[in-house]
């Protein structure tokens, strides 16, 4: 592998891709062809998206490295490349259509505490401590010929800890001012002489492993910021992962403004998708990257993309942020002169940092109805400032990404009391629900299918090495049969993909209707598209069940009409819903979410519910 963005094997790659081929694939036992570049979804909202960790999901080789195979663990436990090519007919068994893999690419090889891939030393190359370059295509070809997407975890923001602060070692107290440095070798020892990087790393004879950091264009002191660890702020490192200057341009006579950094990342990156064929980008720390970096890099591989042949492209990033925050790095404001435009969607954290709580009965489902009508306001508020925020795809929560826990969290969702171990197991089934049923792209985290139960105060207690539990890969657990249920659903109904969403008033008693403003409380809500209505109804309580009514759509559900249990996570002793029924003008009160009150007339759909059961609700066959 070349280690220049400028090498003409490099450029041919890029070239080669947009000639457009076909490949044969072998998958379980077949001969399948695909076409390469590999055409990009039609639509998103299809896809459900499964989360690994390479290090941490499986090897087929060797047991993890430590053990047992849940215990916090902070270095390599051997996970391979091939080992999710492995079992990508489990997850499609599962229901997933899409893999993100956390950073594949080249990290520092002396540090062992880079197991999560994000410490990248070579931009252009695979990390041999994940495999070779031909099974990270091996990989995505086969989800290819299986019709699923591959999505490149990618980072922009930082390298690895390629240089050590002269008399600090690899972290510095942050600083206004840069320190002086000095590059590592390949061995992870600090040359003296290079308190420069050198011209031409490639020709040194120190370099035993490689050394520094790749591409070469990448060596140059003014290229990273230098200021030492500053977690809290936009400026400075991560621990020990060197951020990068993404706010630094110059002018040259022979190419006028331009921004080095950002260039060298959009060259290394469309390379990636030329040779591999990634089919979307989740970008990292997005938020810790200056706005116009940003968008520019988006656009930048959002065209190569294009360009190539793969026409849907998707780009998410991690803003952990609030809405608004997250509406600097999403679609554009229309203010801009140039009218570029940022991420097509970023990872819901309003959502995330609000859903696991209502779900757990901590939190009033009525503050999760108040986030979404919060962020409609904020986006007409936008709208008519002239600041008017779009995805690429259309309305931007339509597509972001949400989840119920990852790999940057303490504690995984599922939560196992030690004295009673299953007691709040169909949370997790609950809570698939949901987060399937809401608005969004969504993302399970592995192991979620196999019951992990990570919770402790680091982010290594939900890092498990999978493969390492017993009977690791059960496509009979109870956890996988319930997400396997969900998402015939999800793929079975368009609603709860495409469709519009309202929470929904609910009744104890048939005439006083309100969203719940109980913790724990009910949680329901519709999805509306076209002709057909799917509604989602949820118990929180641990202890109680409920009976009662959910107001419906007046002019899709006439009275009587029958609608179905469509999913359930306690399907075999439910209370199927009743037949809708009507309550005249002035026969009710409902409450208004924002305040005030309207008294009818409402069509009704009659549920029971017991603790912590979930129902999805609609017509079969629509």
Same mark, same amino acid.
Not at 70 to 84: A, T
Not at 93 to 115: A, E, H, K, R
Not at 366 to 381: P, V
Not at 468 to 487: C, L, S, V, W
């Given at each position: 592998?070349v280690?220049s ?10 070239k080669e ?9 072998t ?8 076409p390469?570049?590999?055409p990009?979804?039609q639509? !998103? ?15 087929? &080789? ?7 195979? =849940?215990?916090r ?11 999710i ?26 540090? =062992? ?9 070579n931009?252009?190359t ?26 490149? &975890?990618?980072?922009?923001? %930082? ?15 942050f600083?206004n ?14 040359? &003296?002489?290079?308190?420069?990087? *050198? ?6 004879? #120190? ?6 950091c790749?591409?070469d264009e990448?060596? &140059? ?30 002018v040259?006579?022979?190419?006028g403004?331009? %921004? *080095? ?13 030329a ?8 970008? =990292? ?12 890099f ?16 998707f780009i ?14 999403t ?6 002169p ?17 859903? *696991? ?24 508020g ?10 690429t795809h259309?309305e931007?929560s ?6 119920? #826990? ?11 009391d *030690?004295?009673?171990p ?9 809570g698939?629900?949901?987060l399937?049923?809401?608005?969004g ?10 019951? $992990? ?8 207690d939900?890092?498990?090495a $999978? !493969? ?10 109870p ?12 793929a ?28 724990p ?8 598209l076209? #002709? ?8 929180? $309580?641990i ?7 959910v107001?419906? #759509? ?24 009743g ?11 409902? %409450?208004r $979410? ?16 017991k603790p ?5 609700i609609?017509?079969?066959g629509?």
């Amino acid at each position: 592998m070349v280690n220049s963005i400028f090498e003409p094997d490099v450029q041919e790659v890029i070239k080669e891709a947009r000639s457009g081929k076909t490949k044969q694939v072998t998958v379980d036992g077949d001969v399948v062809e695909i076409p390469t570049p590999f055409p990009s979804p039609q639509d !998103w909202r299809d896809q459900l998206i499964y989360m690994i960790m390479i290090d941490r999901f499986n090897n087929p &080789d060797a047991e993890p490295a430590h053990l047992p195979f =849940d215990s916090r663990f902070g270095g390599f436990q051997g996970g391979k490349i091939k080992g999710i090519t492995a079992k990508l007919g489990y997850l499609e068994s599962l229901g997933v259509t899409s893999v993100w893999i956390t950073p594949p690419l080249q990290n520092t090889q002396f540090s =062992d505490g880079t197991y999560h891939g994000y410490g990248i030393q070579n931009f252009l190359t695979v990390d041999p401590r994940y495999g070779i370059e031909q099974e990270l295509q091996e990989l995505i070809d086969e989800a290819h010929a299986r019709g699923m997407y591959v999505i490149l &975890d990618v980072v922009i923001n %930082h390298a690895g800890d390629v240089f050590e602060y002269v008399e600090h070692g690899a972290m510095a107290p942050f600083r206004n001012v840069p320190y002086d440095i000095r590059w590592r070798k390949g061995d992870g020892n600090p040359k &003296d002489s290079w308190r420069v990087a *050198p011209d031409d790393l490639r020709d040194d004879p #120190d370099l035993t492993p490689r050394a520094a950091c790749f591409p070469d264009e990448l060596c &140059d002191n003014r290229f990273f910021r230098r200021h030492g660890s500053n977690l809290s702020g936009v400026v400075g490192d991560f621990f020990s992962l060197k951020e990068l200057k993404t706010d630094f341009s110059e002018v040259t006579a022979e190419r006028g403004f331009f %921004h *080095p950094v950002r260039d060298i990342m959009i060259k290394a990156y469309q390379f990636a998708i030329a040779k591999f064929d990634f089919d979307g980008f989740r970008i =990292d720390t997005l938020k810790h990257v200056e706005r116009p970096f940003a968008r520019i890099f988006c656009n930048a591989i959002r065209e190569f993309a294009l360009s190539i042949g793969k026409r849907n492209l998707f780009i998410y990033g991690e803003v952990a942020d609030n809405d608004e925050k997250i509406a600097e790095y999403t679609g554009r404001f229309a203010s801009d002169p140039d009218l570029l435009t940022g991420a097509d969607a970023a990872l819901d954290f309003p959502v995330f940092h609000l859903l *696991p709580g209502v779900l757990k009965g901590f939190s009033a489902p009525s503050q999760l109805a108040n986030l979404y009508e919060d962020r409609k306001e904020m986006h007409r508020g936008q709208r008519d400032s002239g600041r008017v925020l779009m995805s690429t795809h259309g309305e931007a929560s339509r597509f972001f990404v949400t989840f119920l #826990d990852n790999h940057d969290q303490n504690q995984r969702f599922r939560f196992s009391d *030690p004295s009673d171990p299953n007691r709040f197991d169909a949370q997790v089934s609950m809570g698939v629900g949901c987060l399937f049923a809401l608005q969004g792209v969504p993302v399970i985290y592995y192991g979620t299918e196999q019951g $992990l139960h990570g919770a402790g105060n680091s982010d290594q207690d939900v890092r498990e090495a $999978l !493969w390492g539990k017993p009977n690791a890969f059960d496509t009979n657990n109870p956890f996988y049969r319930a997400i396997q249920e969900i998402t015939a659903v999800y793929a079975s109904q368009p609603a709860l993909r495409y469709g519009r969403q309202f929470f929904r008033a609910i009744s104890g008693n048939g005439t006083e209707f309100g969203i719940s403003t109980t913790a724990p409380g009910i949680v329901a809500f519709s999805r509306i598209l076209n #002709d057909m209505e799917v509604v989602v109804v949820a118990n929180t $309580l641990i202890d109680r069940s409920f009976s009662g009514f959910v107001i419906v #759509d007046f002019a899709l559900n006439p009275p009587g009409t029958s609608l179905h249990l469509l999913y359930g996570n306690q399907e075999a002793n439910a209370t199927l819903p009743g037949s809708v029924t009507e309550n005249p003008q002035g026969s009710v009160v409902v %409450h208004r $979410l924002r305040g005030g009150t309207t008294n009818g007339p409402v069509r009704a759909l009659p549920f029971t519910l017991k603790p912590v059961e979930i129902q999805i609700i609609g017509k079969k066959g629509s």
